[in-house]
């Protein structure tokens, strides 16, 4: 019963940025004009759209800082308007009463959503510089992958029963050459904590040579 008001103000605050959008659109508002109005209205009460990197347990959910580097376009029009995928297996900041399902989006404000989310973007990740990985740099790769252990705190897929293996504390990488750009995985690799700084992300010691970070990004992006 305690669900009821607060699926009442969640149903509210959907119907107010449909009329935000069509307000915005009569005063001549661009698609990014209206997804802004949706992002400050729907999501800032939980994700961070602006300022410096912090660790997790500050937070209830990912930044969007870098949304615009970080996600797949096509992926981010799916994924809120059905997103039933667990990116955080066990939940973000492992509470039980953040467990709730994700907001989902209908199609239009989804689109609008990701316009504006586009324009979220970090000079520090440079485009153009992932090319898929040749056959040797796949290889390496996954002997990389592997031998420090990046599957103990994320799903990677692999040929098992269930289709993954691997542990909860992270993201799931499960289709992640569908979601994240290679350019954003690649930088975020080189150093995590110019991302999720104090986050407990794993940072080998000493740090990895470029081409071996090259080699570990090009192998993640075959993540089907
Ligand atoms: C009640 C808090 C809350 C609200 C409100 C919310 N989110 Fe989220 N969001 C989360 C959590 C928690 C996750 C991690 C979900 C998971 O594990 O699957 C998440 C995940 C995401 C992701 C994937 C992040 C990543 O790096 O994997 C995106 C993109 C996103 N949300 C966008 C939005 C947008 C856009 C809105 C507004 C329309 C919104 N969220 C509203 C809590 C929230
Ligand atoms: C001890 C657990 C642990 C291990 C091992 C680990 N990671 Fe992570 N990883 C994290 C945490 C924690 C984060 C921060 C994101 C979060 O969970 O909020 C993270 C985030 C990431 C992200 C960003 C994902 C996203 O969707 O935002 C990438 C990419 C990544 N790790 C790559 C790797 C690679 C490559 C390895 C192996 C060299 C690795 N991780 C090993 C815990 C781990």
Known sequence: MAM???SFAAVTIIVGSVIGLT?????G??????GDKIVKTNCVQCH?????????????APDLIWAGNKYQHDWLVAWL???????????????PERKK???ALPADQAKAVTDFLATRKDDRIKAGLMKPGTPE???RGQKLYRDHGCQNCHFTPAKSAKGF??????TSFIKLNERLNADWVYRFNQNPNDFEPDSGAYIPKPPLPDDDIYAITAYMMTFK
């Not at 308007?81 to 509470?95: A, S």
């Not at 293996?165 to 992270?170: A, F, H, M, N, Q």
């Open 4 to 6: 009821k008001p607060i």
């Open 23 to 27: 307000d915005g659109d009569v005063l």
């Open 29 to 34: 508002g661009s698609a990014v004009g209206s």
């Open 48 to 60: 961070r759209i602006e300022g410096k990197p912090a660790p997790r347990r500050t937070k209830q």
């Open 81 to 95: 308007q059905n997103p039933e995928f667990k990116l955080y297996p066990v939940g973000y900041d492992f509470r």
């Open 101 to 103: 399902g994700h907001l």
């Open 137 to 139: 740099q796949l290889e």
């Open 165 to 170: 293996v691997g542990g909860t504390s992270s």
